[in-house]
């Protein structure tokens, strides 16, 4: 490490891990130029010790997988010249091949390899935390909407005025009430 520099910065690195299977990890390609040695060296290691790297470590990339590789990170893109599967690092794996490469170089950067997933890893938990708060805050608004939506249905109708009752149209016939006087004749009245 050169004095207050890095030998490798971290964001370098950052920018080499990718997604695959459900894990971060860093392809072989990649991880030899980090580590300063050339794919074909980093393999035979890994080949030589190939106990020391469980599928937690490391996996081979299917076919598919390698073309949807080279599609997505333009700077692999000569991995589609190659006959063989690459192969792909996690986090443990990355740290493993600097010891099985066993030089000053891979062993000192290993340290920056391992600074760049911890550091993916918190701000992956970090989004999902942020993801889980905006979904709160949303559901709390739809429950504030209907709410408001339901006092706004509220003072709408209190707002609006009965309705007149209407004047009925025509004439009013009162009829008279018939009075019998003594003998029993029909009197009218009034």
């Not at 040695?37 to 290691?45: E, F, P």
């Not at 080949?47 to 599928?55: A, G, L």
């Not at 598919?64 to 590789?69: A, G, L, R, S």
């Not at 942020?130 to 209907?146: I, N, P, V, Y």
């Amino acid at each position: 490490m050169i004095e207050g520099k890095a030998l490798i910065p971290i964001e370098r690195i950052e920018n080499v891990i990718i997604q695959i299977r459900d894990h971060k990890v860093i392809i072989a390609t990649d991880l030899a130029k980090i580590y300063g040695v050339t794919t074909r060296k980093l393999n035979q290691a890994i080949k030589r010790n190939i106990d020391r790297f469980p599928p937690d470590f490391l996996f081979q990339l299917t076919q598919k997988e390698k073309e949807e590789v080279i599609t997505i990170c333009d700077h692999l893109e000569n991995l589609k010249y190659s006959p063989y599967l690459p192969f792909a690092f996690t986090e443990h794996g990355a740290i493993m091949a600097a010891s099985v490469l066993n030089s000053k170089r891979a062993i000192h950067v290993s340290v920056y390899v391992v600074r760049a997933f911890v550091k993916l890893r918190e701000m992956v938990s970090t989004h999902k935390e942020l993801a889980l708060k905006l979904l709160e805050m949303e559901q709390r608004l739809e429950s504030h909407d209907k709410q408001i939506q339901a006092v706004l249905e509220a003072i709408q109708q209190l707002m609006t005025l009965p309705a007149k009752p209407h004047k009925k149209i025509g004439f009013i016939v009162k009829e008279r009430q018939a009075t019998y006087g003594r003998r029993g004749i029909k009197r009218k009245k009034g």
